[in-house]
């Protein structure tokens, strides 16, 4: 058992000063904090990475170039040991924004010369004192909604600049009790695990019955744009659960690579988590075609249940799978 703190301040101090790098110094700087054969997962058009010099070239580079005075605004910090029987290794994941100034455009997004929050959550996996491994899941869409483009036809929740964790807590910086890590991880290995015994109310059992047994009944899924943000037990099922689970069939889950939990926070993502097949989603029409959901999810208990829950899915990946090219649509 370890307290997770060389990790937390090794990835504190790449933030540090690769924050405050000039474009130039990019690419340095990642590589002075990452190993030579650095492994990067990112969301469309990005996909996967290997090395330094390809990850600030790629993305960083462009996306610093478009958003000016960039500032990393952080919501949740933590670390844990991955939990999953067949992986292993410290990750620290960090949660927020991305914000600063428009000023290039970026992707084919238009530039606004005004404030933009890229909403991100990163995990980077520590070994040696370098880091070895990064998942980082940012939403797009998210970004596009807020400069007036809106790249989906429905929405069945709320579109929000979403707020940190109602408690204020999930700056982890310092060392936390193992024993409630451990209560957070065990809510969330209850929830996932009981997800797969729900079979559309087959047992008469109703989906906001189910939730009960893994959620408080005030709350709160923060969600994608392009999905949204929902209220209280009830409305989650509405406008999200259930679309979800009636609009996406023959779900096939595909495991995490990592899940953790540090104090009363937890996360979890996979690449990717779910297989699935739409089936009228998000106002698109049915398709014959899985397609590849990649997921974050980070959470935070209350007492013995999940009560708040931050979603990153790449729904760019996704949709492109099934025929819709919203970035081509921009470029176009």
């Known amino acids: 058992m370890t307290d997770f703190q060389q990790q937390k301040q090794l990835i504190l ?10 474009p130039d110094e990019l690419v340095s700087v990642l590589a002075r904090h990452t190993s030579a054969d650095y492994f990067w997962r990112g969301y469309h058009p990005f996909d996967e990475m290997v090395g330094a010099d ?12 478009a958003v000016q005075h960039m500032q990393r605004r952080m919501d949740v910090f933590m670390a844990g040991e991955n939990s999953l029987p067949d992986q292993s290794g410290v990750w620290v994941v960090s949660m927020g924004h991305l914000m600063g100034l428009f ?5 084919g997004i238009p530039a ?6 890229l909403r991100y959550c990163e995990f980077n996996r520590v070994e040696d004192n370098q880091i070895v491994e990064t998942a980082m899941y940012f939403d797009i869409p998210h970004l596009m909604a807020q400069v007036g483009i809106n790249p989906f036809p429905e929405q069945t929740a709320a579109q929000l600049v979403q707020p940190g964790p109602m408690t204020h807590t999930g700056l982890m910086f310092d060392a936390q009790d193992p024993a409630e890590g451990e209560r957070t991880l065990a809510a969330i290995d209850f929830m996932v695990n009981d997800i797969k015994t729900w079979r559309g109310g087959e047992q ?3 989906l906001v019955d189910e939730l009960r047994r893994s ?6 899924w923060w969600g994608p744009t392009g999905i949204g943000a929902t209220y209280t037990i009830e409305r989650y099922a509405e406008q999200h659960s ?9 779900r096939t889950f595909n495991g995490h690579v990592c899940r953790l939990a540090e104090g009363e926070f937890g996360a979890f993502f996979g690449w990717p988590n779910l297989t ?4 009228g989603f998000m106002g698109f029409p049915p398709s014959d075609t899985p397609g590849d959901l990649r997921v974050i999810d980070v959470y935070r208990r209350d007492g013995d249940k999940l009560t708040e829950n931050w979603i990153f899915i790449d729904l760019l990946h996704f949709w492109k799978s099934q025929g819709h090219d919203v970035l081509a649509g921009l470029n176009a």
């Open 215 to 220: 959620w408080n009944e005030d709350m709160i």
């Open 103 to 107: 000023d290039v455009a970026w992707l």
């Open 13 to 22: 101090d790449f933030y540090q000063a690769f924050d405050a790098a000039k």
């Open 54 to 65: 390809s990850v600030a070239t790629e993305f960083w580079k462009p996306l610093r170039q």
């Open 112 to 117: 606004t010369q005004k404030m933009v929050m």
């Open 276 to 279: 699935v097949t739409p089936n």
């Open 242 to 250: 259930g679309p979800f689970r009636a609009g996406l069939k023959d």
């Open 204 to 206: 008469g059992e109703s």
